[in-house]
């Protein structure tokens, strides 16, 4: 089942306000070409839906990004030890000036979807994952949340499975793909058996990252299997494919 949790406008512009009252950290996330992006930055203030968040940076700190008038972004932050996430259409940049008077640089946007909270589950024992080749696609929220179209919202990573068991995998995935899905977080995994035809779908938590080299290796845990005949089925089909390649 989906782990999104709409919230309403109120408490959104409640989050918000305490989030830029703490200045804290948030990732904005942009669409170049045909790859997710993602900047570090911070909240400054803000007005009902209108934002105003520190210039943001790469992750290095060093490119800062370069944006165009009416882009969207999404806007990822932690609050309260949850994760929470909003879309935003860039307005521009602005002079900010502080409640002590120091002035200096700001983005400003504004919100332009409902606030969404990332429900997360308590971890569980993860065995280590078998060598498998093979491709999968990923997104937050569970496999019920799959967006219709990836947007910078709801980004879609994908990767190359590397390890695979009936508890999990092992996925070798951009970079960004770290920086935007966080440990415990929930998400839907697409696994395409290109071979035969058949793909399947599971829930799964994030439980590890890793750096390899220019990319990541991100470890997940297949969760909720016993909930479902749907799932039952995914991870019997799992299980075929390990032992007809002789790996279980």
Not at 1 to 26: F, Q, V, W, Y
Not at 52 to 60: M, Q, R
Not at 95 to 110: H, I
Request: glycine share 8%.
């Amino acid at each position: 089942m989906s782990s999104l949790e709409n919230l309403t406008d109120e408490r959104m512009r409640e989050i918000l306000a305490d989030a830029a009252g703490k200045e804290l950290p948030l990732i904005v996330t942009v669409r170049r070409r045909n790859r997710w992006v993602t900047f570090r930055s911070n909240f400054l203030a803000t007005h009902e839906s209108i934002l105003w968040i520190a210039p943001p940076v790469t992750t290095e700190g060093d490119a800062p990004l370069k944006h165009e008038q009416a882009e969207k972004a999404g806007l990822t932050f932690e609050y309260s030890h949850q994760k929470h996430i909003v879309g935003a259409v860039i307005e521009g940049p602005e002079e900010y000036t502080d409640e002590e008077g120091n002035s200096g640089k700001a983005l400003r946007l504004q919100c332009s979807s409902p606030m969404r909270r990332v429900q997360r589950r308590l971890h569980i024992r993860f065995d280590p994952p078998a060598e498998w080749q093979l491709r999968a696609r990923f997104w937050l929220g569970g496999r019920n949340a799959q967006p219709g179209e990836a947007n910078v919202e709801s980004p879609v990573w994908s990767g190359k499975v590397i390890d695979m068991s009936r508890g999990g995998i092992m996925v070798r995935a951009d970079r960004q793909a770290g920086l935007f899905i966080d440990g415990g977080d929930i998400v839907g995994i697409e696994l395409d058996f290109t071979a035969d035809g058949k793909i399947v779908y599971l829930d799964a938590q994030r439980r590890n990252c890793q750096e390899d080299g220019e990319m990541v290796l991100l470890g997940f845990q297949f969760v909720d299997v016993d909930r479902t005949e749907y799932a039952r089925r995914a991870v019997e089909l799992i299980g075929q494919k390990l032992a007809e390649a002789g790996v279980e």
